[in-house]
């Protein structure tokens, strides 16, 4: 052990952050406070055991401290959630309230704005989401106003199925206390005093609209501002749906590969310029001035861009590698990641479960492993040959990163999402020249240019250029398999993936192999795990049944597109679901479906309410009878005693969501579990 641990002594320093993390993971996975605290002493005791059990040695050093690492991870979210306890709604009401605007952001598929406002008054949530309808948007509704608002609100959303997105998880941390829409809304005062943060969002929305207003509101423009601003909302769903299933999503979000470009630019046209004078450049070292202009660059960009998670990290790697620069080392190293992770992790560990945090760092970790690599190293350092042989062996590099990427990324999108796209990496090798090079420096002179007055040739060019983007993007997402869809897969499944991945990627050595065990194992998990037969919502308002084809049939065929994803993905299939009443073995009234279906060597009889009308007991009492599960959005008669599961309205409110498998036995996921006993967990 010890010779293994000396041989890898220079890896070593990049598990710490995989300790933090583990810490971290442990409290969102494990159920509640009796488990957190059992895994606090666990960790602890393991530190001190081996301190105990191996002093003096590299490893007993090591393993010491990754679990006083796991230890402050753990104590550390706790913290962090206990401090961000805030008063929040627990059930629906119409709100009138004074409140100051602290974002606005436009949602282009809701033809809405979407404000997050600080309500004033005792006992009322530290922050409310509000969507706004266009047409009732009043004028000066910018961050810092005062507005009086008439508002339908309603408690966060919890998850609605079991693996689906828990959108109660973030508001707790974001201190979001109720989300509604507006049925009335005025600006009472203008922004008065604007705090740094206030003018930064009202620059970030007037540079959006701006944008958009010279591009259009379709995807052209959507993209546009999200490149310079990080606004998303204004992207047609269609066209993100689309960038999602042929792997180009990433490009939307801002993170690294942004601000690489903007720093990127901004030293090199530095540089450059100040090169221009002889005198400058024989008494100054020009590439440290180059790198403070990039590294203020880099910092503005990321409080432009809103200073979300990724967007931070990117910054803080950026800082490091521009810190590298000036003092002539090496800077782009999976030191530099380790750094950033820890940063990140200790002033936002929430932001640990999230698909950006995850994807953002999955991919740079993977992108500097394979190009640390040796044998990756002599196949694509530059060299002198001719021309075609260069641009073979750069486009060989970019397809191998990408390759790598996609592999990193997959299990991730998997786990969240439900789907993957499998031709990322080769539009990949189109997309991000195309995007770093072309897209935004057009953006970048077009505003530049827009400040004379001459920016409309550049906004053209830019225009062509988002919308051949926008093709490749529908041609990848259309193309035949392009997409991979799974179930929702166990967390600790999940869990196994990313520590071979980790394993593999930090170690050195031939030991590194043997994370391929894990992966290998988390993988099969995820890929035996039995689709769901039948999933309910917390609701009970809506299912879907799984029918002997594979597709999956809806209760109520008018359901809107969120709940119609929402049950494709947990159910791993595509949203084009069937009329449960058109089904042969299904028969239905205004009021109640019934339907039959072969499981685990059995036959089930399936019986659920789909409409307000109201069913006379007896009726109903003998239907539950004759049913082995009974889903409904109301409660249920104590005469209503179906052969195995009675799902009515106080039994989901006890569990939430449902994911069943009709084997042999029978197998019940809920929200309940899956929440556990996490303070957003609805009481």
Known sequence: MEALFEAERAQLPLWLPVGLLTGIAAWFFLPDETAWTGFLFLAGAAALGFVALAPGTRWGRAFALFGLAAALGCGLIWWRAEQAAAPRFEREQLLQVSATVESVQTLAADEAVRLVVRPHGENMPVRLRVNVEREKMPEGLVAGATISLRAWIMPPAPMSVPGGYDFSRTAWFQQIGG??????????????????????????????????????????????????????????????????????????????????????????LTLKLLALSPLLALRFRLILIAAGAGALAGVAYTLLTGAEVPTVRSCIAALLVLLGIALGREALTLRLVAVAALVVLLLWPESLPGASFQMSFAAIVAIIALHENPRVQAWVSRREEIW????????????????????????????????????????????????????????????????????????WLTGQALAFLLRLAHAT???????????????????????????????????????????????????????????????GRHLALRTDDGRLAILRSRAGDYVRDTLAEAGGAEPDFLDLETLPEASCSDALCVATLERGGRRWRLLATRSRHIVAWPEMISACAEADIVVADRNLPRGCSPRWLRADRAFLRQTGGLSIVLGDPPAVATVAARVGGHPWAAR
């Open 179 to 268: 989300t509604g829409r507006a049925l009335d809304i005025a600006v009472t005062a203008a922004p008065a005093g604007q705090s740094l943060s206030a003018r930064i969002a009202t620059w970030r929305q007037r540079l959006s609209a701006h944008i958009r207003t010279t591009l259009g509101d379709g995807a052209e423009g959507g993209i546009a501002a999200a490149l310079a601003t990080g606004d998303q909302f204004g992207i047609p769903e269609a066209d993100a749906e689309a960038m999602r299933r042929s792997g180009l999503a990433h490009l939307l979000s801002v993170s690294g590969l942004h601000l690489t470009a903007v720093v990127g630019a901004v030293m090199l």
């Open 388 to 459: 075609p042989m260069r641009l073979g062996r750069f486009l060989f590099g970019l397809v191998l990163t990408g390759l790598a990427v996609e592999i990193a990324l997959m299990p991730i999108a998997l786990f969240h999402f439900h789907k993957a796209g499998l031709y990322g990496a080769l539009a990949n090798v189109i997309a991000i020249p195309l995007t770093t090079f072309v897209i935004m420096p057009l953006e970048a002179l077009a505003l530049l240019f827009d400040t004379v007055g001459l920016g409309a040739p550049f906004w």
């Open 477 to 539: 997402a259309a193309a035949p398999g392009a997409v991979a869809l799974l179930p929702a897969m166990p967390a600790a499944a999940f869990g196994l993936m990313m520590a071979g991945g980790l394993w593999i990627c930090l170690w050195r050595t031939r030991w590194r192999l043997w994370g391929m065990l894990p992966v290998a194992a988390g993988a099969l998990w995820a890929l035996l795990t039995a689709a769901p037969d039948l999933i309910v919502t917390g609701d």
